[in-house]
Structure formats: structure tokens, C-alpha cells
């Protein structure tokens, strides 16, 4: 499964206007240490497959922004929302109508050993935002989110306003 946002409506809101900050892959934006504020990264291709790609956009550590239809993973030192003393975590969240939802959360051992075992639920969280927006879901694309704020009541769970769309309900 290969899934790559179109720039279109997913990412447009999260980038501060001027110079787009570059592209590249997740490991290497994320950097070489575990930093106890965090890193945000924008997720912006991800295939399933073990090695294949995986790029990004690393967020302003100032008030990281994203958008409904976003998918942003989150690097700190320290531990997450699981219990423990890792020497860190990473998260992945979706964005969805003006809420952070997390996805899945991981303990690791430092900042090189993640990128495969969140690749999958990356991709996969992609792909149900896509076919969400597809069915009529609105997750508001064009409303940015500060992620700083939204991550410490971020919901578990698909927020009820991603159903209001009548094609949506059961």
C-alpha cells in the first residue's frame, strides 16, 4: 500500500506561509537525539512494506500546526501516555474535524530504532483518513489544529463529528 498526500488539502494549513520547509525522509528529519519537548513530523508518503518510503515534514517546534486529514507522528524523550521509564516514545496521530486522535503509541529504546514499527500503522491511519474523506467524512482539511494543545486531551477513538455526514451513518 502506498499512501502520498496530493498537497492539495491535507498538510496545506499546517505550513506557515513563505518557503515550504523540505521533505525527506522521517528518520532523518527526526534527528539523532530525543528531545524532551518533542519533535512533530507531518507525515506526507508511507509505503507498508518494510524499508520502503517514508517522508515527512518536520513541524516548527513553535506552535506545530496541522490540518483534518493529516496524519503527524511525535518523537520525545522520556515517556508517553504508557506507563514506564523508556528512554522515550512515539506517537502516531490522525487529525480529524478540530481533534487530535492517537493512534497507537510506542516505547523506545532511542531516536534510530522507531521508523519501522510505526510505518504500518502510519500507513494504514492514511489510508482511513483517505477513505473517510472519500465516503463524505468531514474532517475539516482547511482548519488547522495547534498540536502542542490538542496533544494533552488528544481522544482515542474517531471523534462523533467525522460522522455527520448522512452517507457515513450506518
Given at each position: 500500500?502506498?499512501?502520498?498526500?496530493?498537497?492539495?488539502?491535507?498538510?496545506?494549513?499546517?505550513?506557515?506561509?513563505?518557503?515550504?520547509?523540505?521533505?525527506?525522509?522521517?528518520?532523518?528529519?527526526?534527528?539523532?537525539?530525543?528531545?524532551?519537548?518533542?519533535?512533530?513530523?507531518?507525515?506526507?508518503g508511507?509505503?507498508?512494506?518494510?524499508?520502503?518510503?517514508?517522508?515527512?515534514?518536520?513541524?516548527?517546534?513553535?506552535?506545530?500546526?496541522?490540518?483534518?486529514?493529516?496524519?503527524v507522528?511525535?518523537?520525545?524523550?522520556?515517556?508517553?501516555?504508557?506507563?514506564?521509564?523508556?528512554?522515550?516514545?512515539?506517537?502516531?496521530?490522525?487529525?480529524?474535524?478540530?481533534?487530535?486522535?492517537?493512534?497507537?503509541?510506542?516505547?523506545?529504546?532511542?531516536?534510530?530504532?522507531?521508523?519501522?514499527?510505526?510505518?504500518?500503522?502510519?500507513?494504514?491511519?492514511?489510508?482511513?483518513?483517505?477513505?473517510?474523506?472519500?465516503?463524505?467524512?468531514d474532517?475539516?482539511?482547511?482548519?488547522?489544529?495547534?498540536?502542542?494543545?490538542a496533544?494533552?486531551?488528544?481522544?482515542?477513538?474517531?471523534?462523533?463529528?467525522?460522522w455527520?455526514?448522512?452517507?457515513?451513518?450506518?
Amino acid at each position: 500500500m502506498t499512501a502520498v498526500s496530493d498537497g492539495t488539502a491535507a498538510g496545506q494549513a499546517a505550513v506557515p506561509a513563505g518557503p515550504e520547509p523540505p521533505e525527506d525522509d522521517v528518520v532523518v528529519l527526526a534527528g539523532d537525539q530525543l528531545l524532551p519537548e518533542g519533535v512533530w513530523l507531518l507525515v506526507t508518503g508511507v509505503e507498508a512494506a518494510p524499508g520502503g518510503m517514508f517522508t515527512g515534514v518536520r513541524l516548527p517546534a513553535e506552535e506545530p500546526r496541522a490540518s483534518g486529514g493529516d496524519v503527524v507522528l511525535r518523537l520525545a524523550a522520556g515517556p508517553g501516555r504508557l506507563p514506564g521509564l523508556p528512554d522515550g516514545h512515539v506517537q502516531v496521530y490522525a487529525v480529524m474535524a478540530g481533534t487530535l486522535v492517537l493512534v497507537g503509541e510506542w516505547s523506545i529504546a532511542g531516536a534510530g530504532d522507531w521508523s519501522e514499527v510505526v510505518r504500518v500503522t502510519a500507513a494504514f491511519t492514511m489510508g482511513v483518513l483517505a477513505d473517510l474523506e472519500e465516503r463524505g467524512a468531514d474532517l475539516r482539511p482547511h482548519e488547522a489544529l495547534d498540536l502542542g494543545r490538542a496533544a494533552a486531551t488528544a481522544a482515542v477513538g474517531l471523534p462523533a463529528q467525522v460522522w455527520a455526514a448522512p452517507e457515513m451513518m450506518p
